[in-house]
């Protein structure tokens, strides 16, 4: 086991506490870096669906360039992890109309609206929805336990806080990792942490 992976463990067991869903204790986060673009990982379907039940029909942008992370772990579920982002060109998103094309889901304070689809006999279940302003990049913003509940990871963590937590924690210093935990139909809200940067 390399240096990284020992020091990532160690850290996890001390600053995240496990999901009081699943008994025992439960220190197994992995780190999930590998955000694509959803033309390289997702279904053409699942796009498809994710567009036509988020995204006002006027929208003239292409999903397939939205971020997708792909969770797949042996007797589980496939989960998908959908992130509707696209880098602004160069000069940037200066108007409120590039904005929202580059950004559909996004808002004006940072937030922005972050989802999770379990994959099930070929069909695509919304597992996951809210909006989240995000403190840290992709390649550290998602952990996901090692753990399964039912056929999918018992939690997961993100890098940052949703907006039922905004007002409480605006004076925290440090990264917010939030925590949410699967019921048996959708992922919820557990727990927070503060983690310094």
């Known amino acids: 086991m390399n240096f990284n992976r020992l020091l990532l463990l160690f850290i996890l067991s001390f600053f995240l506490p496990s999901c009081q869903m699943v008994q025992g204790e439960e220190s197994a986060f992995q780190a999930k870096p590998n955000w694509d ?6 279904p053409q379907a699942l796009l498809d669906q994710f567009r036509q039940e988020n995204i006002d029909q006027e929208w003239i942008g292409d999903p397939k360039r939205f971020r997708v992370l792909k969770i797949q772990a042996l007797g589980q579920k496939t989960l998908y992890f959908v992130y509707p982002f696209i880098d602004c060109p160069e000069n940037g998103c200066v108007t409120l109309q590039l904005r929202q094309l580059y950004q559909p889901l996004c808002n004006a304070s940072g937030g922005c609206g972050y989802f999770v689809y379990a994959e099930e ?13 995000k403190q840290v990049d992709e390649g550290k913003f998602v952990q996901v336990s090692t753990i399964p509940f039912q056929g999918l990871p018992s939690c997961f963590k993100l890098g940052g806080f949703d907006g039922d937590r905004r007002e409480s924690i605006k004076k925290i210093n440090g990264v917010i990792v939030s925590q949410y935990c699967y019921n048996g139909r959708e992922y919820v809200f557990d727990n927070y942490q503060t983690v310094q940067d």
């Open 121 to 133: 006999n070929g069909k695509y279940r919304q597992v996951f929805h809210e909006v989240v302003w």
């Open 37 to 42: 673009y959803g033309a390289n990982v997702a």
